[in-house]
Protein backbone atom coordinates (compact mmCIF):
# COMPACT_ATOMS: atom_id res chain seq x y z
CA UNK A 1 0.00 0.00 0.00
CA UNK A 2 1.23 3.55 -0.95
CA UNK A 3 2.15 5.65 1.63
CA UNK A 4 -0.27 9.03 2.48
CA UNK A 5 1.28 12.25 0.83
CA UNK A 6 1.41 15.07 3.47
CA UNK A 7 -1.77 16.91 3.79
CA UNK A 8 -0.27 20.11 3.84
CA UNK A 9 1.47 18.93 0.12
CA UNK A 10 -2.07 17.49 -1.30
CA UNK A 11 -3.70 21.01 -0.52
CA UNK A 12 -0.44 22.81 -2.13
CA UNK A 13 -0.22 25.06 1.49
CA UNK A 14 2.37 26.42 3.85
CA UNK A 15 2.28 24.33 7.65
CA UNK A 16 1.27 27.93 9.06
CA UNK A 17 -1.79 28.38 6.12
CA UNK A 18 -4.95 29.92 7.62
CA UNK A 19 -8.17 28.19 7.33
CA UNK A 20 -9.48 30.50 5.04
CA UNK A 21 -6.30 29.76 2.80
CA UNK A 22 -6.68 25.81 3.06
CA UNK A 23 -10.52 26.54 2.03
CA UNK A 24 -9.71 28.15 -0.77
CA UNK A 25 -7.21 25.58 -2.17
CA UNK A 26 -9.61 22.42 -1.43
CA UNK A 27 -11.77 24.43 -2.98
CA UNK A 28 -9.76 24.82 -6.00
CA UNK A 29 -8.97 20.90 -6.00
CA UNK A 30 -12.19 19.74 -5.81
CA UNK A 31 -13.61 21.45 -8.47
CA UNK A 32 -10.47 20.33 -10.86
CA UNK A 33 -11.16 16.83 -10.22
CA UNK A 34 -14.71 16.27 -9.35
CA UNK A 35 -16.46 12.81 -10.60
CA UNK A 36 -18.93 14.81 -12.34
CA UNK A 37 -16.22 16.89 -14.20
CA UNK A 38 -14.09 13.85 -15.33
CA UNK A 39 -17.11 10.83 -15.62
CA UNK A 40 -14.64 7.44 -15.71
CA UNK A 41 -11.32 9.23 -14.35
CA UNK A 42 -10.38 6.54 -11.87
CA UNK A 43 -7.27 8.85 -11.53
CA UNK A 44 -9.31 12.19 -10.79
CA UNK A 45 -11.21 10.39 -8.47
CA UNK A 46 -8.39 9.62 -6.21
CA UNK A 47 -6.93 13.02 -6.50
CA UNK A 48 -10.66 14.11 -5.61
CA UNK A 49 -10.78 11.66 -2.52
CA UNK A 50 -7.03 12.92 -1.63
CA UNK A 51 -8.04 16.45 -1.63
CA UNK A 52 -11.26 15.96 0.46
CA UNK A 53 -9.28 13.57 3.11
CA UNK A 54 -6.60 15.96 3.54
CA UNK A 55 -9.12 19.23 4.06
CA UNK A 56 -10.93 17.00 6.41
CA UNK A 57 -8.33 16.96 8.90
CA UNK A 58 -6.59 20.50 8.22
CA UNK A 59 -10.02 22.10 8.90
CA UNK A 60 -10.89 20.72 12.57
CA UNK A 61 -8.83 22.34 15.19
CA UNK A 62 -7.90 19.21 17.19
CA UNK A 63 -7.56 16.72 14.39
CA UNK A 64 -5.27 19.28 12.58
CA UNK A 65 -3.31 19.79 15.90
CA UNK A 66 -2.76 15.89 16.78
CA UNK A 67 -1.39 15.49 12.68
CA UNK A 68 1.02 18.53 13.37
CA UNK A 69 2.58 16.51 15.87
CA UNK A 70 2.49 13.52 14.89
CA UNK A 71 1.21 12.53 11.54
CA UNK A 72 -0.67 10.50 10.20
CA UNK A 73 0.01 7.94 13.05
CA UNK A 74 -1.57 11.08 15.29
CA UNK A 75 -4.98 10.51 13.79
CA UNK A 76 -7.23 7.09 14.96
CA UNK A 77 -8.52 5.55 11.78
CA UNK A 78 -12.24 5.44 12.91
CA UNK A 79 -11.99 9.71 12.90
CA UNK A 80 -10.47 9.71 9.37
CA UNK A 81 -12.25 10.95 6.20
CA UNK A 82 -15.52 8.78 5.34
CA UNK A 83 -18.27 9.10 2.83
CA UNK A 84 -20.37 10.83 5.99
CA UNK A 85 -17.84 13.47 6.52
CA UNK A 86 -17.06 14.29 2.73
CA UNK A 87 -21.49 14.97 2.19
CA UNK A 88 -20.46 17.64 4.81
CA UNK A 89 -17.62 19.20 4.06
CA UNK A 90 -18.17 19.37 0.17
CA UNK A 91 -21.85 20.62 0.90
CA UNK A 92 -20.55 23.55 3.14
CA UNK A 93 -18.23 24.73 0.36
CA UNK A 94 -19.80 24.17 -2.64
CA UNK A 95 -23.49 25.31 -1.41
CA UNK A 96 -25.63 25.43 -4.79
CA UNK A 97 -22.88 24.29 -6.71
CA UNK A 98 -23.83 20.10 -6.63
CA UNK A 99 -26.35 17.76 -4.23
CA UNK A 100 -28.94 20.36 -3.78
CA UNK A 101 -31.90 19.27 -5.60
CA UNK A 102 -34.06 19.62 -2.13
CA UNK A 103 -33.38 23.63 -2.25
CA UNK A 104 -34.71 23.86 -5.40
CA UNK A 105 -38.09 22.86 -4.41
CA UNK A 106 -38.51 25.06 -1.12
CA UNK A 107 -40.35 28.54 -1.63
CA UNK A 108 -38.38 31.19 -3.18
CA UNK A 109 -39.00 35.02 -2.84
CA UNK A 110 -40.69 36.85 -5.95
CA UNK A 111 -38.26 39.10 -8.89
CA UNK A 112 -38.35 42.69 -8.52
CA UNK A 113 -39.75 45.10 -10.67
CA UNK A 114 -38.60 48.16 -11.70
CA UNK A 115 -40.62 50.66 -13.24
CA UNK A 116 -40.04 54.66 -14.49
CA UNK A 117 -42.19 57.16 -13.54
CA UNK A 118 -42.02 60.95 -15.21
CA UNK A 119 -43.31 63.62 -13.19
CA UNK A 120 -43.87 67.22 -13.56
CA UNK A 121 -41.00 70.01 -11.48
CA UNK A 122 -44.18 70.69 -8.83
CA UNK A 123 -44.57 67.69 -8.51
CA UNK A 124 -41.08 66.61 -7.43
CA UNK A 125 -41.26 70.12 -5.41
CA UNK A 126 -44.62 69.75 -3.52
CA UNK A 127 -45.16 65.60 -3.89
CA UNK A 128 -48.17 63.91 -5.56
CA UNK A 129 -50.01 61.02 -5.81
CA UNK A 130 -49.80 59.06 -9.19
CA UNK A 131 -51.64 56.15 -10.31
CA UNK A 132 -49.75 53.60 -12.79
CA UNK A 133 -50.46 50.43 -14.09
CA UNK A 134 -47.75 47.67 -14.15
CA UNK A 135 -47.35 44.01 -15.20
CA UNK A 136 -46.44 41.74 -12.55
CA UNK A 137 -46.62 37.86 -11.98
CA UNK A 138 -49.72 36.85 -9.89
CA UNK A 139 -51.01 33.40 -8.18
CA UNK A 140 -52.80 32.15 -10.58
CA UNK A 141 -57.11 32.60 -9.24
CA UNK A 142 -58.75 29.91 -10.98
CA UNK A 143 -55.75 27.05 -9.87
CA UNK A 144 -54.70 29.13 -6.85
CA UNK A 145 -51.61 28.47 -7.67
CA UNK A 146 -51.30 24.92 -8.28
CA UNK A 147 -51.13 24.72 -11.89
CA UNK A 148 -53.66 22.12 -11.86
CA UNK A 149 -56.78 22.25 -13.50
CA UNK A 150 -59.71 23.21 -11.34
CA UNK A 151 -60.76 19.15 -9.79
CA UNK A 152 -57.58 17.42 -10.96
CA UNK A 153 -54.24 17.74 -9.13
CA UNK A 154 -50.73 17.15 -9.02
CA UNK A 155 -49.73 13.02 -9.14
CA UNK A 156 -45.93 11.26 -7.63
CA UNK A 157 -43.20 11.86 -10.24
CA UNK A 158 -42.45 7.95 -11.32
CA UNK A 159 -38.99 9.57 -12.16
CA UNK A 160 -37.80 10.06 -9.03
CA UNK A 161 -40.57 8.40 -6.63
CA UNK A 162 -42.05 11.72 -5.34
CA UNK A 163 -38.03 12.24 -4.07
CA UNK A 164 -37.59 15.35 -6.21
CA UNK A 165 -33.83 13.83 -6.92
CA UNK A 166 -32.11 11.04 -8.96
CA UNK A 167 -29.23 9.60 -7.19
CA UNK A 168 -25.97 8.47 -9.42
CA UNK A 169 -23.19 6.27 -8.17
CA UNK A 170 -19.42 6.61 -9.36
CA UNK A 171 -17.18 4.51 -7.51
CA UNK A 172 -16.71 5.88 -3.64
CA UNK A 173 -19.34 8.57 -4.10
CA UNK A 174 -23.23 8.98 -4.09
CA UNK A 175 -24.42 12.21 -5.74
CA UNK A 176 -28.25 13.71 -6.40
CA UNK A 177 -29.38 15.68 -8.66
CA UNK A 178 -32.66 17.30 -9.49
CA UNK A 179 -34.77 15.37 -11.16
CA UNK A 180 -35.47 16.83 -14.78
CA UNK A 181 -38.97 15.05 -14.84
CA UNK A 182 -40.83 16.96 -11.73
CA UNK A 183 -37.41 19.28 -11.46
CA UNK A 184 -37.28 18.50 -8.04
CA UNK A 185 -41.21 19.41 -7.26
CA UNK A 186 -41.47 15.48 -6.62
CA UNK A 187 -44.90 16.11 -8.25
CA UNK A 188 -45.98 16.57 -12.02
CA UNK A 189 -48.87 18.26 -13.40
CA UNK A 190 -51.07 15.69 -16.25
CA UNK A 191 -54.11 18.01 -16.35
CA UNK A 192 -52.79 21.86 -16.62
CA UNK A 193 -54.72 24.80 -15.60
CA UNK A 194 -56.07 26.34 -19.22
CA UNK A 195 -56.01 29.89 -17.60
CA UNK A 196 -52.11 29.92 -16.82
CA UNK A 197 -50.59 26.46 -18.54
CA UNK A 198 -49.63 24.84 -15.34
CA UNK A 199 -47.53 28.14 -14.55
CA UNK A 200 -49.49 28.38 -11.14
CA UNK A 201 -48.79 32.45 -12.08
CA UNK A 202 -50.51 34.55 -14.36
CA UNK A 203 -49.72 38.21 -15.58
CA UNK A 204 -52.09 40.80 -14.14
CA UNK A 205 -52.49 44.71 -14.47
CA UNK A 206 -53.36 46.03 -11.45
CA UNK A 207 -53.61 50.29 -10.82
CA UNK A 208 -51.55 50.96 -7.98
CA UNK A 209 -51.49 54.50 -6.26
CA UNK A 210 -47.75 55.83 -6.04
CA UNK A 211 -47.08 58.42 -3.27
CA UNK A 212 -44.39 60.91 -4.20
CA UNK A 213 -42.79 62.48 -1.56
CA UNK A 214 -42.30 66.21 -1.76
CA UNK A 215 -38.74 66.96 -2.71
CA UNK A 216 -37.58 64.44 -5.34
CA UNK A 217 -35.19 64.76 -7.50
CA UNK A 218 -34.00 63.16 -10.74
CA UNK A 219 -33.06 59.45 -10.25
CA UNK A 220 -35.02 58.90 -6.85
CA UNK A 221 -35.93 56.12 -6.03
CA UNK A 222 -38.99 54.37 -4.73
CA UNK A 223 -39.81 50.99 -2.83
CA UNK A 224 -42.69 49.33 -2.53
CA UNK A 225 -42.30 46.31 -0.43
CA UNK A 226 -44.47 43.26 -1.73
CA UNK A 227 -45.04 44.99 -5.11
CA UNK A 228 -43.58 42.97 -7.51
CA UNK A 229 -43.89 39.48 -8.78
CA UNK A 230 -45.50 36.66 -7.00
CA UNK A 231 -42.92 34.11 -5.20
CA UNK A 232 -43.14 30.85 -5.77
CA UNK A 233 -43.96 27.67 -3.66
CA UNK A 234 -45.57 30.49 -0.85
CA UNK A 235 -42.57 32.48 -1.48
CA UNK A 236 -42.89 36.25 -0.35
CA UNK A 237 -43.20 38.76 -3.53
CA UNK A 238 -41.04 40.27 -4.94
CA UNK A 239 -40.63 44.66 -4.37
CA UNK A 240 -41.23 47.16 -6.90
CA UNK A 241 -38.79 50.29 -7.71
CA UNK A 242 -40.19 53.21 -8.91
CA UNK A 243 -37.60 55.73 -10.51
CA UNK A 244 -38.58 58.71 -10.66
CA UNK A 245 -37.51 61.34 -14.02
CA UNK A 246 -38.12 64.98 -13.89
CA UNK A 247 -39.51 67.16 -16.49
CA UNK A 248 -37.54 70.46 -16.97
CA UNK A 249 -39.03 73.63 -15.81
CA UNK A 250 -39.34 76.87 -18.37
CA UNK A 251 -38.18 79.43 -15.67
CA UNK A 252 -36.76 77.79 -12.82
CA UNK A 253 -33.49 75.60 -12.78
CA UNK A 254 -32.75 73.47 -9.71
CA UNK A 255 -29.76 73.47 -7.25
CA UNK A 256 -30.05 70.99 -4.60
CA UNK A 257 -33.25 72.47 -2.28
CA UNK A 258 -32.59 76.27 -4.19
CA UNK A 259 -34.11 77.48 -7.30
CA UNK A 260 -32.85 79.94 -9.54
CA UNK A 261 -34.49 82.26 -11.80
CA UNK A 262 -33.75 85.17 -13.85
CA UNK A 263 -35.71 88.52 -13.52
CA UNK A 264 -34.86 91.36 -16.39
CA UNK A 265 -35.21 94.73 -15.84
CA UNK A 266 -34.19 98.23 -18.30
CA UNK A 267 -31.55 100.20 -17.52
CA UNK A 268 -33.40 103.32 -15.91
CA UNK A 269 -34.95 100.22 -12.96
CA UNK A 270 -31.20 99.19 -12.42
CA UNK A 271 -30.32 103.05 -12.31
CA UNK A 272 -33.26 104.56 -10.80
CA UNK A 273 -34.41 101.38 -8.43
CA UNK A 274 -37.83 100.30 -9.01
CA UNK A 275 -40.46 97.58 -7.92
CA UNK A 276 -40.21 94.27 -10.39
CA UNK A 277 -42.32 91.33 -10.32
CA UNK A 278 -40.63 87.97 -9.38
CA UNK A 279 -42.10 84.90 -10.67
CA UNK A 280 -41.97 81.40 -7.70
CA UNK A 281 -44.01 78.51 -7.75
CA UNK A 282 -46.59 79.52 -5.52
CA UNK A 283 -47.58 82.95 -7.38
CA UNK A 284 -46.08 86.65 -8.55
CA UNK A 285 -44.40 88.72 -5.84
CA UNK A 286 -43.09 91.94 -5.90
CA UNK A 287 -39.80 92.68 -4.37
CA UNK A 288 -37.44 95.99 -4.73
CA UNK A 289 -34.43 96.66 -7.17
CA UNK A 290 -32.50 99.49 -4.99
CA UNK A 291 -31.02 102.49 -6.95
CA UNK A 292 -27.92 101.58 -8.93
CA UNK A 293 -28.26 97.43 -9.11
CA UNK A 294 -26.20 96.00 -11.12
CA UNK A 295 -26.49 93.07 -14.00
CA UNK A 296 -25.84 90.15 -12.14
CA UNK A 297 -26.69 90.76 -8.91
CA UNK A 298 -29.27 88.63 -6.92
CA UNK A 299 -32.12 88.68 -4.49
CA UNK A 300 -32.84 85.87 -2.17
CA UNK A 301 -36.84 85.08 -1.49
CA UNK A 302 -36.48 82.48 2.09
CA UNK A 303 -38.51 79.54 1.48
CA UNK A 304 -39.47 79.76 -1.86
CA UNK A 305 -37.57 76.86 -2.91
CA UNK A 306 -37.59 73.04 -2.46
CA UNK A 307 -39.00 71.53 0.23
CA UNK A 308 -36.24 69.32 1.78
CA UNK A 309 -36.82 65.64 1.28
CA UNK A 310 -37.22 64.13 4.85
CA UNK A 311 -36.90 66.96 6.66
CA UNK A 312 -39.03 70.50 7.30
CA UNK A 313 -38.95 73.54 5.90
CA UNK A 314 -37.93 74.77 1.73
CA UNK A 315 -34.88 76.38 0.53
CA UNK A 316 -34.58 79.92 -0.81
CA UNK A 317 -35.44 81.31 -4.51
CA UNK A 318 -32.65 83.59 -5.62
CA UNK A 319 -33.88 85.96 -9.06
CA UNK A 320 -30.75 87.03 -10.73
CA UNK A 321 -31.03 90.36 -11.91
CA UNK A 322 -30.05 91.02 -15.81
CA UNK A 323 -29.76 94.28 -17.36
CA UNK A 324 -31.40 94.70 -20.53
CA UNK A 325 -29.97 97.23 -23.39
CA UNK A 326 -32.75 98.20 -26.27
CA UNK A 327 -30.96 97.36 -29.32
CA UNK A 328 -33.85 100.05 -31.27
CA UNK A 329 -34.44 103.20 -30.10
CA UNK A 330 -36.75 105.64 -31.60
CA UNK A 331 -35.25 109.41 -32.05
CA UNK A 332 -36.73 110.67 -28.84
CA UNK A 333 -34.85 107.78 -26.82
CA UNK A 334 -31.33 108.09 -29.00
CA UNK A 335 -31.78 112.03 -27.75
CA UNK A 336 -31.85 111.24 -23.98
CA UNK A 337 -29.48 108.66 -24.03
CA UNK A 338 -26.95 111.21 -25.72
CA UNK A 339 -27.95 114.02 -23.34
CA UNK A 340 -27.47 111.49 -20.73
CA UNK A 341 -24.05 110.46 -22.00
CA UNK A 342 -22.84 114.04 -22.10
CA UNK A 343 -23.67 114.52 -18.67
CA UNK A 344 -21.90 111.48 -17.38
CA UNK A 345 -19.14 111.89 -19.58
CA UNK A 346 -18.79 115.45 -18.01
CA UNK A 347 -18.63 114.04 -14.29
CA UNK A 348 -16.23 112.14 -15.14
CA UNK A 349 -12.58 113.51 -14.58
CA UNK A 350 -10.46 113.58 -17.51
CA UNK A 351 -8.05 110.81 -18.45
CA UNK A 352 -4.76 113.39 -17.64
CA UNK A 353 -5.98 114.74 -14.54
CA UNK A 354 -7.12 111.16 -13.37
CA UNK A 355 -3.18 110.06 -13.79
CA UNK A 356 -1.77 112.76 -12.68
CA UNK A 357 -3.57 112.09 -9.37
CA UNK A 358 -2.81 108.66 -9.38
CA UNK A 359 1.12 109.49 -9.85
CA UNK A 360 0.60 111.95 -6.79
CA UNK A 361 -0.92 108.86 -4.57
CA UNK A 362 2.00 106.63 -5.24
CA UNK A 363 4.81 108.67 -4.31
Not at 8 to 13: E, H, K, P
Not at 229 to 252: I, M, Q
Not at 323 to 334: D, E, F, G, N, W
Not at 340 to 359: C, H, I
Amino acid sequence: MLEKRDYYDVLGVQRGASEAECKRAYRKLAMKHHPDRNPGSKEAEEKFKEASEAYSVLSDPEKRQRYDRFGHAGLNSAEGFGQGNFTDIFGDIFGDLFGTARRRSSSRRGVDLQFELEVSFEDAVFGASREIRIPRLERCERCGGGGAAPGTGPTRCERCGGRGQIETHQGFFSFSRTCPSCRGHGQVIRDPCPECGGRGMQTVHRPRTIQIPPGVEEGTQLRLVGEGNAGTNGGPKGDLYVSLSVRPHEVFERDGVDLHCVVPINIAQAALGADVTVQTLEGDETVTVRPGTQHGHRLRLRGRGVTRLRHSGRGDLYAHIAVTVPKRLTARQRELFERLSEELDAERPSDRGFFRKLRTAFR
